[in-house]
């Protein structure tokens, strides 16, 4: 294993991106010699999904934000672009029953066919099933995949076993239409922004066996550990060790449905105190002790312990009217040490 320390974050970058690309013939190597190729291989991270208690009031909040282009919109869901795209936050309103959430996350995936991936599913015990209603929740469909048509376009889900629902697309899929549901027309930016976003980050999903969810994407999906926070928390990579899934949670024997905690950005000229100047002036406040509420933002200081640096990694967080987690790290943070969170393991 190799630990990169670089002071600064975007030489830090390219180094990494070297490193890995170099690494491309030893995977090949090791599937010569026999070891088996993950079931399905994942690209990045593409896209989310939130459900809100008010649709127009949350794109004007994130746009106002984040200047965030309408990329697609249906009568279900408005899609935001994050930064370049095609990855996106798609944004619909909660049904009866519904609160507020992150409903689930989505990967684009190499090679993308769906009948493939549904066979290279069934390989591992997932069972295909209809289309549930987009409100069920994915504890009810735990390890079963389907297949929705949005319009033209084909969507590919499934629900692992703690019920996190995920969905599987094209490199290309930006939420639009198309048999890829890669034809986006950009609608006209909103306003400017006050902050701008480049990709998306990572996911923290709270889970009853922290340890077996992410065995279970490591063997499926071929990632690796990329960083530590704490002895029990893994950091699962995945595409250019940029972005991450981490699953926590110690072992329960009561099972817990699977709860996307928050979801997180990564923003060129990553400065906390400018940040939180920026959300007080739009309005947000300081959390300070209370309980965290709609329209707050604040600190988390990840120490040495939990794989941070002394004095802190800070890491900075906000909720949405509806209260809906969000953070916004550096683009070089892939849950490591350092101050930017940038000092990972690879190998």
Not at 275 to 295: H, K, N, W
Request: aromatic share 8%; proline share 5%.
């Amino acid at each position: 294993m190799l630990l990169f320390d670089h002071e600064d974050s975007r030489s830090f970058r390219i180094s990494r991106r070297s490193f890995i690309a170099s690494c491309s013939a030893c995977a090949m190597a090791s599937d010569v010699l026999g070891q088996a190729p993950a079931a399905i291989a994942l690209s990045k991270l593409n896209c989310f999904e939130i459900r809100v208690s008010n649709v127009a009031a949350s794109v004007a909040f994130y746009q106002g934000l984040f200047g965030m282009p309408v990329q697609a919109r249906d009568a279900q869901r408005t899609c935001l672009r994050i930064g370049d795209g095609p990855q996106f936050m798609a944004i619909r309103q909660v049904s009866d029953g519904e609160t507020p959430a992150i409903t689930h996350l989505g990967y684009s995936v190499h090679a993308f066919d769906v009948e493939r991936l549904l066979v290279a599913l069934q390989g591992i015990g997932v069972e295909r099933i209809d289309a549930p209603p987009v409100s069920a929740p994915g504890i009810a469909s735990a390890m079963k995949s389907w297949v929705r048509m949005r319009g033209d376009t084909l969507e590919l889900y499934f629900a692992d076993a703690r019920g996190l629902i995920v969905q599987l697309s094209d490199l290309a899929y930006c939420g639009g239409t198309g048999d890829a549901g890669n034809i986006c027309n950009l609608a006209a930016a909103g306003p400017k922004g006050l902050m701008a976003l480049e990709d998306l980050n990572h996911f923290t999903v709270f889970v009853s066996d922290g340890a077996e969810a992410n065995q279970f994407y490591q063997d499926t999906f071929g990632l690796a550990v990329q960083a530590y926070q704490g002895s029990q928390a893994p950091v699962t990579g995945i595409g250019d060790g940029y972005q991450f899934v981490m699953y926590a949670g110690p072992r329960r024997d009561e099972p817990m449905p699977a709860n996307i905690h928050h979801a997180c950005f990564s923003m060129p000229g990553f400065d906390v105190d400018r940040i939180l100047a920026t959300l007080t002036d739009y309005g947000l406040s300081a959390r300070g002790d209370a309980a965290v509420g709609p329209m707050m933002h604040y600190v988390s200081l990840r120490m040495p312990e939990r794989g941070g640096v002394e004095g802190g990694t800070p890491e900075v967080y906000f909720t949405d009217p509806d209260g809906i987690l969000v953070q916004l790290q550096d683009p070089s943070y892939c849950g490591g040490g350092g101050y930017l969170g940038n000092e990972c393991l690879v190998g």
